[in-house]
């Protein structure tokens, strides 16, 4: 059996993310694991007024943070282990997340099928189709 030490685990804010961030705790056997959570936000967007567009950063970045608190409340005792929170800016949150997950070594990529973007695919999401075929490593697509 695989022991899985350091999990990074998608975090968009969604109901699937939260059953990643679940299914991650799952698959930890013991204390020893840390799951890192990345939220991947757009860069503030360019407006006549620049505040304008930092404080819409900010907001997105404080509503990761309250979700993700929130999430962390929910998971059994028994089950978790080391859990934070991190931030990357991009565009691109498939490549964001898999070149993340490379460059910190980490041992399982874990993500909800479908995040924020579940309607317009419900079967599998932009993001966790590219990141299961562009991953070097094991990836869980939590429903």
């Known amino acids: 059996m695989t022991v899985f030490r350091r999990i990074l685990v998608g975090w968009d804010c969604s109901p699937g993310a939260v059953a990643a961030l679940r299914a991650a705790a799952a698959v930890t056997t013991d204390g020893a694991a840390h799951i890192v959570a990345l939220t991947v936000l757009r860069p503030a ?23 993700f608190a929130k999430a962390c409340e929910a998971i059994p005792d028994v089950q978790r282990a080391r859990m934070s929170l991190q931030f990357a ?27 924020t973007g579940g309607v317009l695919h419900p079967r599998l999401g932009h993001v966790a189709a590219t990141a299961a075929r562009k991953s070097s490593l094991p990836v869980l697509l939590a429903p």
């Open 89 to 115: 800016q991009s565009g691109d949150a498939a490549k964001t997340v898999c070149d993340y997950a490379q460059q910190h070594g980490f041992d399982l990529l874990v993500l909800g099928r479908h995040g």
């Open 45 to 67: 967007p360019h407006t006549e007024d620049a505040d304008e567009g930092v404080a819409d950063f900010n907001g997105r970045q404080r509503f990761a943070q309250e979700t």
